[in-house]
């Protein structure tokens, strides 16, 4: 008999729903469904680096998508669901009452900005990171220690203070704070309070500064000492987290009805996006896996004993468990990735949305369909322009920092820079310019965990852009001087995901054992160029110049 669960993957844009069948892998069906008022851009100003989400998007999407996901799904399969797994982006956290109710679900505060969960890439508490850097590093405990050394303002310490200086009405309403993946897991099973709600390892050990050597998260007189506005916060929290195989509860009636399951379905501690998107990839110990989406991370997992005390500096943290139980997940990434490209097509459709679209020359709706081609072929032309462009070390150079730099070492003021422009530089040159940034960016990161003794024998890509955009592939490929593999599914995080929602449902004793039986494999491996491998070492040694000048700029 064939048993079945669901992977749910809250993206960036959307929310994406997999049904498995978890004893062979079979991804059966799939759904997205986009949150509606991130989409029209409600909550957001890109010019001060605010992204914020509003939770009614991630219960419409969710519900939207799993429901038409068992429609479409063949008769007699609903059933057979017995686990459901749920990975997030992250740091994306929410300010809530004493009940575990996001503020933005208030009346009073339905359409505050600060009262929504803060996504991940928002950066407007750069300075409440840098306070925390400071202190850290005079405390007699650095609570930045298993974090790479560096706070960053995409964590959830920093935008929590950030909303309480910002908000009186918020501050004042403000009884503590949950991470996405702990809050969708929360409403799912009933257990919403802040002190009793499970709480992911993946979420605290790499963005809250919680850690077992200290007894969790760092310490009361330590946030007080940062700002009183954080007094009492640590009591309303948790000391204990959970790894992802651990049961977090089964679907209420209410949410069974809603979603159309039974509630006997097992609800799986959730985790973000890329480390369970790592373990869809098939993680194994030395091998780097890169999920590529708007932005990137970059997971590896070490066992205890080859890791030992070794801390290393300007990651994103080493936690016990966050990827695989029983070994320790290593976080690393980019700010921007898919974002660079996004970025860049943005300003080459600026005349199409703002001329082409309010002139009278053509039929409004000619105009409407140019520009829905032009979108869907943007990336694709532009990808086969650029990979006719021979690779120079007269070139141009950029860096990848356009949502700032992730790792190695965090800094979010940086910003990016594109030098060796003329009169007859293109659009598709400087789009190459940015795959080789990204590529740049990429090497930087894996140069760090080989510089601190973490080996890396093979890299895995997944991801959107790694299955859309083949000479960005071949670009890492030649960069980085390794072949790199691209997992088969498309849904590499809903599909890690639903490994873990096979473990909480009792079908496999282990993840890895799950990850055996239910991987998609590879479609794809790019291997270097080796016409190319001499020109972008020296590129690759310009792009770190660059960089050095940017950041004294």
């Not at 399969?77 to 004493?98: A, C, H, R």
């Not at 141009?396 to 800094?411: F, K, Q």
């Not at 760090?448 to 093979?458: K, T």
């Amino acid at each position: 008999m064939n048993r079945y669960v669901i992977g749910v993957d809250f993206g960036t844009d959307s929310c994406r729903v997999l049904i498995v069948n978890a004893l062979t892998g079979e991804e059966v069906v799939s759904s997205v469904k986009s949150y509606r008022r991130w989409s029209e851009g409600l909550y957001c100003n890109r010019l001060q680096n605010q992204y914020r989400q509003h939770p009614l998007d991630y219960i419409e999407a969710m519900e939207g998508a799993i429901r038409e996901a068992i429609s479409e799904s063949t008769s007699g399969i609903v059933d057979k669901i017995e686990g459901i797994g749920i990975d997030t982006t992250g740091s994306t956290p929410v300010l809530t009452n004493i009940d575990g109710t996001p503020l933005a679900l208030l009346d009073q505060f339905c359409d505050n900005p600060n009262a929504m969960f803060v996504l991940w890439k928002d950066h407007t508490s750069v300075e409440e990171a840098t306070e925390i850097n400071r202190l850290a590093k005079k405390w007699h405990t650095d609570y930045t220690a298993y974090e790479g050394g560096i706070y960053s303002s995409e964590w959830v310490w920093a935008k929590v203070l950030h909303l309480l200086r910002e908000d009186e009405a918020v501050r004042e309403a403000a009884y503590s704070w949950v991470e996405h993946c702990d809050w969708v897991t929360g409403i799912l099973t009933g257990k919403t309070k802040p002190e009793t709600m499970l709480r992911s390892r993946c979420a605290a050990g790499h963005k809250a500064m919680w850690h077992p050597s200290w007894g969790g998260l760092p310490s009361e007189e330590f946030l007080t000492e940062l700002d009183p506005l954080l007094a009492d916060f640590r009591n309303r929290l948790f000391t204990e987290t959970r790894t992802s195989d651990t049961v977090a509860g089964y679907l209420t009636p209410e949410w069974a009805s809603r979603l159309g399951l039974s509630s006997r379905v097992a609800v799986a501690v959730g985790a973000f996006d890329c480390h369970m998107g790592a373990v869809g990839a098939h993680i194994t110990p030395y091998t780097l896996v890169k999920v590529i989406g708007t932005s990137t991370c970059d997971i590896m997992v070490s066992s205890y004993d080859e890791i030992g005390n070794n801390l290393i500096p300007g990651i994103c943290g080493q936690v016990d468990g966050s990827v695989i139980p029983g070994m320790i997940g290593l976080e690393a990434g980019q700010s921007a990735y898919g974002d660079l490209f996004a970025w860049f097509s943005r300003v080459l459709k600026w005349p199409l949305k703002n001329i082409l679209l309010k002139s009278d020359i053509v039929n409004r709706e000619v105009i409407t369909q140019l520009i829905e081609y032009i979108e869907d072929n943007m990336l694709s032309v532009l990808s086969k322009e650029a990979q006719k462009i021979p690779v120079s070390i007269s070139s141009m150079v950029a860096t990848d920092w356009l949502n700032g730099r992730r790792t190695p070492d965090a800094d979010q003021r940086l910003k990016a820079t594109v030098t060796g422009l003329s009169l007859g530089s293109t659009a598709p040159m400087i789009f190459r310019a940015l795959a080789e940034a990204a590529a740049f960016g990429s090497k930087a990161i894996a140069d760090r965990f080989l510089e601190n003794g973490v080996a890396i024998r093979e890299v895995i890509a997944a991801g959107g852009i790694s299955h859309k955009s083949p000479f960005v592939m071949q670009t890492l490929a030649d960069v980085i001087d390794m072949p790199v593999k691209v997992a088969k599914s498309t849904q590499t995080c809903a599909l890690g995901a639903a490994m873990f929602a096979a473990v909480a449902a009792d079908v496999y004793p282990d993840v890895e054992r799950a990850q055996w039986a239910m991987n998609s494999g590879y479609n794809a491996i790019y291997h270097p160029n080796e016409k190319n491998r001499e020109v972008y070492r020296d590129l690759y040694l310009k792009y770190h110049e660059l960089g050095i000048i940017s950041e004294n700029f």
